[in-house]
């Protein structure tokens, strides 16, 4: 496909731009399957730190989420206030 300055520039604005600091109610399950495992993909494909160090953060920023009594992660996490809860459709 030969997307090679696209995916260049895609690189760039994650490095310059992504930060994982003001986003509230982030579900964990989403966040982890589509974000966290697209940036660590990219990485894989491609050796840009820019990638691996995104998605080490927001792999810091879910690390709240499993602060949990049993270990099982909270559904749903707030990165600006670190609150980490269950949503009210889970709870019986």
């Known amino acids: 496909m030969n997307l090679t300055a696209e995916f260049d520039e895609a690189v760039a604005w994650v490095g310059r731009h992504l930060r994982f600091t003001e986003q509230e109610e982030v579900n964990v399950f989403e966040a982890t399957i589509r974000v966290l495992a697209g940036l ?3 990485y894989e ?3 840009s730190p820019a990638l691996l160090d995104a998605a080490a953060a927001l792999g810091e920023r879910l690390l709240v989420a499993f602060d949990t009594p049993t270990g099982l992660p909270y ?3 707030g990165f ?3 609150k980490r809860y269950n949503p009210a459709w889970c709870r019986g």
Do not use: D, E, Y
């Open 40 to 42: 660590l993909s990219a």
């Open 45 to 47: 494909l491609s050796g």
């Open 75 to 77: 559904g749903t996490v």
């Open 80 to 82: 600006r206030s670190l």
